[in-house]
């Protein structure tokens, strides 16, 4: 990892955290506080013609049968795609209770797609206008924790029809109902590379990290704070772990050769497909490169 990325993503995280007012309770008085760190991730599969999906947040709330505590209500705009390999932190807040939902109230949102070489942006209707995570038990704030939000991308965009042929349609529709996997607790880092034989690294790669659930991510090229070939898991709870790979030639020919009706299926139909490389590992704390080798 550059050295950079560790100054950009601390000045990130002050001007975030900076502007926010959190912690307006509307419900019955707290007890004892404990500190509650929230970040947002994508765990993103690929959509090879998606350059950008951005989404105004204007309100993030923490809601209890009592009433609903404010997270941050500092309007941002996030682009989805930003977040492959990375994160924001939205706020810090100190708080007690117990909560069974975390809700986004959004506004506009678009999305923006690499056409032969053009860009085509339309807007896109997000149901609701909020984006709602219901804890799968409910959430008690008893000692300091984080929550991470990590948006399955691919499982969240729907348009009408094959792609890409629907969007010569006039007035093509894009609906994301968002997909989220939440993590909370002690959490990890899993940071590495995807290598080649020779030991050049490989960009574009998709790395799938499954347990009980299923995480993924991308390498990145080497451009700012990426070195070519590398990539990050972020907040990950402790665990064994299967990590495959799949280089960017593979899974492309699984989305063009799948059936439309598997299309929202892509990831179970990947896993099914024979990885470039693999791996498995135990993350009982943060793991810095990580090497795994693709033929």
């Not at 007890?31 to 013609?49: A, K, Q």
């Not at 209500?73 to 117990?98: H, Q, R, W």
């Not at 006039?170 to 909370?184: A, D, G, L, S, Y």
């Not at 598997?262 to 024979?274: A, I, K, M, S, Y």
Request: with cysteine; net charge negative.
């Amino acid at each position: 990892m550059k050295k950079s990325f560790l100054i950009l993503s601390s000045v990130l995280l002050i001007i975030l955290t900076g502007c926010f007012k959190p912690g307006i309770f509307t419900g019955e008085e707290p007890g004892e506080l404990s500190r509650v760190d929230f970040y947002i991730t994508d765990g993103v599969v690929p959509i090879s013609s998606v350059t950008s999906l951005e989404v105004e947040i204007n309100r993030v709330l923490l809601m209890s049968d009592e009433g609903s505590l404010v997270v941050s209500d500092n309007p941002i705009c996030v682009d989805f795609m930003d977040l492959i390999g990375d994160m924001y932190k939205i706020s810090s807040i100190e708080a007690s209770g117990t909560y069974t939902q975390l809700r986004f109230e959004v506004g506009d949102a678009t999305v923006t797609f690499n056409l032969d070489g053009e860009n085509l942006v339309l807007p896109v209707a997000i149901v609701s206008g909020s984006i709602k995570y219901p804890f799968r038990e409910p959430l008690t704030l008893e000692e300091d924790t984080e929550i991470v939000l990590d948006f399955d991308l691919s499982r969240s965009l729907k348009i009408n029809g094959r792609w890409p042929d629907a969007l010569e349609r006039p007035n093509p529709m894009i609906r994301m109902t968002p997909v989220v996997h939440e993590r909370h607790g002690l959490l990890y880092d899993v940071q590495g590379f995807v290598r080649d034989a020779t030991g050049n690294g490989v960009p574009k790669a998709l790395l799938v990290m499954k347990d009980d659930e299923t995480i993924t991510t991308f390498s990145h090229d080497e451009h700012g704070i990426w070195e070519r070939g590398e990539f990050r898991f972020l907040k990950v709870k402790e665990g064994h772990y299967a990590v495959y790979v799949y280089r960017k030639e593979t899974y492309e020919s699984v989305i063009e050769n799948l059936p439309e009706e598997f299309l929202n299926d892509l990831l179970d139909v990947l896993l099914e497909t024979e990885p470039d490389g693999s791996t498995t590992i135990d993350v009982t704390g943060d793991i810095d490169n990580l090497v795994i080798t693709v033929k």
